[in-house]
């Protein structure tokens, strides 16, 4: 038996390991809040600092580009977060509203008060108010912050909105009600999707009212759960079934049959891509969606069966860069070699095989499909995923021994013809080119994009020339991809410079210096074996401005119109009251103003801020050592 209170202190003990560890994890919670601040304060800076480039330029006389730098910073953030442009813009939105409109959420934030959901649920609503506004329900919804979850504080900023502006908060309401409205489906994991929906709450109770129905029409004994009956119910929807069918299997089932009323179901629109070894069922490689969705073999070959086929010639890349190489050895010296020692065959049996499309057939009617083989087993190694990020690291290490490589197998997009196919020459490529085009890649080529090709424009690699056809890039399979309109338009800017590479991928490269690499849907990256290393630039260092001789001309010192009115400055002109430098408006505020008096007075006053700054950076240059 254990000694009186042995067990009271075993509790105490336990209790007290486990506040331990409790501590740690909070402490860790907020050591990750406080990095998530970091983040979004270095997504603010780089917005920032490109507006500052171009505010540079509109003070030397040049035409600033706002959007430029807009487009500058969603393109390199996104690639450099592995984000989607769409997370990256919202972070930015994110970080300009707690810098300019909401200091108490921000220290709160940087503090490891808050995390990110709770400040971009706080910044995303409040992005619609005034200023006032914001300021005068703060304090509330920092408060609400801290003790709320997301979706109880979402409801209780607006409930502090419609307390403190009941008119702005109602004229929000209707404007999110017609500019959010929307639909959409994300494709997961497992083979599920998710739809996402936005409407008003009084739809959603509508919605919710019609799947309660719609589920409740199976009898009691119905083996799956409410969640599930509500998932089929959904389902049942976009077929205008009212009911679904009973899986109850009791011949006494009182609504037995109710789940077809009769009503012969709407075909599938869909664009499937399979294999025939697969259709036949002598493989078991998944299909893909139109958009790069993986679709389950069973599932591909059903549908197939009430579909139009088709056939979509390929090339194994393999075996074309075989052929290749023997046509470079039969060119070349024919002094024996020893014979090398024998290599796995790359797209051996039970291996995935890289391929590219050259051409498709017509279409034909559903043949009758042979019963599948057995199951097979699986793979024996790596699979293309993982030989594909290895050819993908290879190539960028090769391509910084030799920045060659990333002009693409053909840079003057040609794609290796001497003379132009036909259609080459035509700005807009055929139907037959753009449908194959989207079969090679599914989804916008961008470093990840997930646009489908479907929704994309055409876009050719080295730009046509509408002046001269036949000096600039061809329309030609392999000078073509499929760019949303976005990155369509930052590629056309210049602010990302694409190459097409050996086995259809596509090499990005930004002008910050980012690169990646978008493979094709069913192609690879080939390393060249033979190109060879180019030198290292030797970095050259920037000569350093040296100081000025002579003494400094008095107008320098005379105080600047900025110091005049505006700020308060030291014996060297530098601004000393810095929070005055908050006032200058940026080009962006600039660009919201629709008030032309208004806009005018911006303008006046970041040109004067401007000067002052030109001048206080002409006498820092006369400004004594400080020893």
């Avoid at 999110?176 to 994991?189: D, M, V």
């Avoid at 559903?366 to 083989?373: E, H, K, S, V």
Wanted: glycine share 8%; net charge negative.
């Amino acid at each position: 038996m254990g000694k009186p209170g042995g067990i009271e202190e075993r509790v105490r003990s336990e209790a007290d390991a486990a506040a331990h560890i409790l501590d740690g994890l909070a402490e860790s919670r907020r050591a990750e809040n406080r990095a998530s601040a970091e983040l979004i304060r270095g997504l603010y800076a780089l917005g920032e600092f490109r507006l500052a480039t171009e505010a540079d330029i509109h003070s030397q006389g040049g035409e600033a580009d706002v959007t430029l730098a807009q487009r500058a910073v969603e393109c390199e953030a996104s690639v450099t977060l592995a984000l989607s442009r769409t997370a990256t813009r919202e972070r930015l939105i994110v970080g300009r509203e707690l810098e300019e409109r909401l200091p108490a959420i921000l220290d709160a934030f940087r503090a490891g008060d808050l995390d990110y959901q709770r400040v971009r649920t706080v910044a995303l609503v409040l992005s619609k108010a005034s200023d006032n506004t914001v300021r005068g329900i703060e304090a509330d919804v920092l408060a609400s912050a801290r003790r709320c979850s997301i979706r109880r504080l979402r409801e209780r900023i607006w409930a502090h909105w419609f307390d403190y502006n009941e008119a702005e908060a109602l004229a929000a309401r209707k404007a999110a009600e017609s500019e959010e409205r929307c639909a959409s489906i994300k494709h997961g994991a497992d083979g599920m999707a998710t739809l996402f929906a936005k409407m008003t709450a009084l739809e959603g109770v509508e919605c919710n009212s019609v799947l309660d129905e719609i589920a409740g029409t199976v009898c009691a004994h119905d083996p799956r759960s409410t969640r599930q009956l509500r998932g089929h119910a959904l389902v049942a929807l976009p077929h205008r079934d009212e009911a679904i069918a009973c899986l109850c299997g009791r011949e006494d089932c009182p609504v037995r049959g109710s789940g077809y009323l009769g009503r012969r179901r709407r075909p599938h629109l869909l664009q499937i891509l399979i294999s025939a070894e697969t259709l036949l069922g002598l493989a078991s490689e998944p299909a893909t969606l139109g958009d790069g969705t993986v679709l389950d073999p069973h599932t591909a070959r059903l549908i197939a069966g009430d579909a139009r086929w088709q056939i979509l010639l390929t090339e194994f890349l393999d075996a074309a860069k075989a052929q290749k190489a023997a046509a470079d050895d039969s060119s070349g010296d024919t002094t024996p070699e020893p014979e090398p020692e024998p290599e796995p065959i790359t797209g051996s049996p039970g291996e995935p095989r890289a391929f590219r499309i050259i051409a498709r057939g017509r279409t034909r009617s559903a043949a009758t499909l042979p019963d599948p083989n057995q199951a097979r087993t699986g793979r024996n190694g790596a699979g293309r995923d993982v030989r594909l990020s290895a050819a993908i690291d290879a190539f960028l290490a090769a391509v910084g021994e030799n920045p060659s490589l990333a002009s693409g197998i053909h840079p003057d997009g040609h794609g290796g013809f001497s003379e132009p196919p036909a259609g080459a020459l035509t700005y807009r490529p055929s139907a037959e080119l753009a449908a194959l085009t989207r079969a090679t890649h599914c989804t916008c080529t961008f470093p990840g994009c997930s646009v489908p090709a479907a929704q994309c424009e055409i876009d050719h690699v080295v730009p046509f020339d509408h002046t001269d056809p036949l000096a600039d890039g061809w329309t030609v399979a392999s000078n073509l991809q499929p760019l949303c309109a976005f990155h369509h338009q930052a590629k056309t800017m210049k602010l990302w410079a694409a190459a097409k590479l050996d086995g259809d991928s596509v090499f990005w490269t930004s002008r910050s210096g980012l690169r990646r690499i978008t493979p094709s849907s069913f192609g690879t990256v080939m390393v060249p074996g033979n190109g060879v290393p180019a030198r290292k630039n030797k970095r050259t260092r920037t000569p350093r401005p040296t100081a000025p001789t002579g003494d400094p001309p008095d107008e320098l010192y005379a105080p600047t119109w900025w110091e005049t009115y505006i700020g308060e400055y030291s014996e060297y002109g530098d601004v000393a009251d810095t929070d005055r430098a908050a006032y200058v408006p940026s080009l962006g505020d600039i660009a919201r103003l629709t008030d032309p008096t208004a806009r005018a007075d911006a303008i006046f006053l970041r040109e004067r801020f401007l000067e002052h700054r030109a001048v206080v950076t002409a006498r820092e240059r006369y400004r004594p050592p400080p020893f």
